[in-house]
């Protein structure tokens, strides 16, 4: 079992924000309310699927940038690098006061962000660990410079 549990809160919450914008989107809220129809639908399937991509990353416990686990998990970075140049393509089709499908780009740093803040979290665990219990692998005190 992975020990990603900060990495995967923050992966839900993320995955929360980008369905409930998927469903706003999808109501006509701000900006979109003056888009057709076609542009509502397609800003929202990609929200909509950049929220699964992160839901899954936040079940899994892996995240999208994982060294194991399954394909989506250790590959998914690639997959959400797709769905912002999704969001781009189309925003370049609709009307400039339609509203832009930019939170999304954020979406292509925030895996890469969960994975070395989760690497620093554990080396410090580590390094804490090692100041509180100082002794060597040979059971005696390590020597200190």
Excluded: H
């Amino acid at each position: 079992m992975p020990k990603m549990k900060l990495g995967a809160v923050a992966y839900a919450l993320l995955a929360v924000g980008w369905l409930v914008s998927a469903v706003l989107t999808l109501r006509g809220y701000g900006s979109y309310a003056a888009a057709d129809q076609w542009y509502r639908n397609a800003v929202a399937a990609v929200f909509l699927l950049t929220g699964v991509l992160f839901g899954v990353g936040a079940v899994t416990r892996r995240g999208l940038v994982s060294d194991v686990g399954p394909r989506i998990c250790r590959q998914g970075w690639i997959a959400v690098i797709g769905l912002v140049a999704v969001a781009f393509v189309v925003s370049l089709f609709g009307e400039s006061e339609w509203g832009a499908p930019f939170p999304t780009v954020t979406a292509v740093f925030i895996p890469p962000w969960i994975k070395r803040l989760q690497e620093n979290y554990y080396e410090g665990r580590a390094e804490a660990e090692r100041e509180l219990n100082p002794e060597g692998p040979a059971g005696g005190q390590s020597p200190t410079v």
